[in-house]
């Protein structure tokens, strides 16, 4: 398949919205668009498990793009990127339809979100760590627009304070890959499988690895840079915040493995503990926070601060069963998060709150929101048969693989952290959707509209097909994690 179409369809999907005429108009062509770009990511992913087993990714492309700098157009695919563009597709399409009632400045808001998905995709394809880097920036740069302006409470607060920290993420990670380049042996090269095979110095990977993964790591709530995520989050529209937390902060964690763990793994040794430590913070604190919280956005966004930190504790572990998972659990979050977001969004736009207190019994009048709010509430307590479960557990079982008795109990106040989570998932479920109604207005809602049941429907497959049945998703990451294991041994 050729990769470049990922970069092209929404390209030219932008352009279509530009030219429309009209609402629904604008509306199709976005879905049209996402929809295909969805298809061809399912048709990828069949593609490449048919192809004979390589640790060299698939379906390359590369061509000089400035000759001065040896930077390249240079794209390919491997396990891990196929399962980020999986769930990209999947997130981008379910945004476009929980978005069909978007009609102020409708041409605007899908042009920004279609473009979002056009530097995720380049972001997960890209060979090239400055070709990286552009689209990283592409992916950045339309949330302060989507939440400036389309956003809620404190939208220009939130998306100043959301694009500083990206910027100052952006920065780190510049400075990281500047290193990368200037200390490579040979030809200074942006190149990552020359990069891979290259040796950096112990001193050059000591210096540049935490500007490396620091910088990816705020995109991920890497603990205590992870303030942008709350406000970020409870003020974006919920496309926004779907794509905020089901790809954006993929992109972090992605990072953190394919660029600074990969690629300077005596750096990786070397950090491993502080690694480990602030993931462990970050997923106790985040959980005890989240307790705290009475707003329902606010506790998704908190709830994430939690659950990214199982991402970087298993990178941290430096295990392939940790890999594994931590890859496993970027999808998953990404899926459930979005879904957690939509049906948010899609109980605010009816009741016109998010506060906990002031709702309660919506299953009387919005039996299908509510079967989706349970479902997906359910799935981030890791119950089993969904996809929180699997990824989690695989995070911990190959954290626990690590014998070094600190890091042990690292996995065990992090295992901890699920008992924490089923309280506030418990209780916030208990008093939003069950018991008696609160307010005899919300006696007239309805229940979701088709975009949304199709939206939710969606993400749903998603995470049953973790859960049910993860071992596509397993075999799919595995080569990958093992080759990383290989390198991080040599």
Request: aromatic share 14%.
């Amino acid at each position: 398949m050729n990769l470049s179409l990922f970069i092209i369809l929404p390209i030219l999907t932008c352009l279509g919205i530009l030219f429309a005429k009209g609402t629904q108009q604008i509306k199709w062509i976005a879905l049209f668009g996402s929809s295909v770009q969805l298809i061809m990511s399912v048709v990828l992913f069949f593609q490449y498990i048919q192809l004979p087993a390589s640790n060299t990714p698939a379906f390359q492309f590369d061509a000089v793009w400035y000759q001065a700098w040896n930077i390249h157009y240079h794209i390919g695919v491997d396990g891990v990127s196929i399962a980020m563009i999986l769930l990209t597709a999947f997130v981008v399409v379910a945004g476009v339809l929980v978005s069909w009632a978007q009609d102020w400045q409708s041409k605007e808001f899908f042009f920004l979100l279609i473009l979002l998905s056009a530097g995720a995709y380049g972001f997960f394809i890209s060979l090239d760590i400055f070709t990286l880097f552009f689209f990283l920036e592409v992916a950045v740069l339309p949330k302060f627009l989507l939440i400036g302006m389309w956003g809620s409470g404190k939208k220009e607060y939130s998306a100043m304070k959301l694009a500083l920290m990206l910027m100052a993420g952006s920065g780190f990670v510049f400075v990281g890959l500047a290193g990368i380049y200037f200390q490579s042996s040979g030809a200074h090269t942006f190149d990552m499988l020359q990069l891979s095979q290259s040796h950096l110095s112990k001193e050059s990977q000591l210096l540049f690895f935490p500007f490396a993964f620091v910088g990816f790591g705020i995109f991920t709530a890497l603990f205590p840079f992870h303030t942008w995520v709350p406000d970020g989050h409870s003020s974006a529209p919920t496309a926004g915040s779907m794509f905020l937390a089901g790809i954006s902060m993929k992109l972090g964690g992605y990072g953190c493995l394919r660029v600074a763990t990969y690629l300077m793994p005596e750096g990786a040794h070397y950090y491993a503990p502080y690694i480990i430590a602030l993931a462990t913070i970050a997923i106790i604190y985040g959980a005890f926070a989240t307790m705290m919280q009475k707003d329902l956005k606010y506790i998704n966004a908190y709830s994430s601060v939690s659950h990214c930190g199982f991402v970087l504790l298993g990178i941290g572990m430096l295990t392939k069963t940790s890999i594994t998972g931590a890859v496993m659990q970027m999808v998953s979050h990404g899926l459930m998060t979005a879904l957690f977001f939509a049906v948010i969004g899609m109980v605010y736009s009816r009741t016109h709150t998010r506060l906990v207190a002031q709702m309660g019994g919506l299953l009387k009048v919005m039996p299908f929101i509510s079967t989706i709010f349970v479902i997906v509430g359910l799935c981030s307590l890791g119950l089993p048969g969904l996809s929180g479960f699997v990824a989690e557990m695989t995070v911990f079982v190959g954290s626990w693989q690590n014998a070094d008795k600190l890091y042990r109990i690292a996995t065990i106040l992090s295992c901890a952290s699920i008992v924490v989570t089923a309280v506030y998932i418990l209780r916030a479920t208990g008093k939003t959707i069950f018991g008696p109604m609160t307010d005899s207005h919300h006696l007239a809602l309805t229940d979701a509209t088709w975009t949304e049941k199709t939206a939710s429907v969606l993400l749903m497959v998603g995470i049953l097909a973790i859960g049910m049945a993860p071992f596509w998703l397993t075999n799919l990451i595995a080569p990958v994690s093992n080759d990383i294991i290989q390198h991080l041994a040599r």
